[in-house]
């Protein structure tokens, strides 16, 4: 299949469709996109242990293993303030 635009292009019932592309991040990523001002909406998947992001503009979704993520932590060391 050939590309359009950075999307794939594919053929359903005889009419050209164009899917949003999908990519796998590192966490890093994964969290400049969630903190950006982008308009991203949350695309998760918990049944397949996936979270997601999905460009409003664009349809390109992204996506990390829950595992991957960070944890944060728990409350603020001591002497914090």
Excluded: H
Excluded at 50 to 71: F, H
């Amino acid at each position: 299949m050939g590309s359009l635009s950075g999307k794939r292009a594919g053929r359903a019932d005889g009419n050209l469709r164009v899917r949003a592309e999908q990519r796998f991040v590192d966490s890093d990523e994964f969290l400049r996109l969630l903190v950006s001002s982008r308009p991203l909406d949350r695309l998760d998947d918990p049944g397949a242990g996936l979270l997601g992001l999905c460009d409003r503009a664009t349809g390109e979704r992204y996506w990390i293993s829950a595992a991957r993520m960070p944890r944060p932590a728990r409350g603020l060391p001591r002497g914090a303030s």
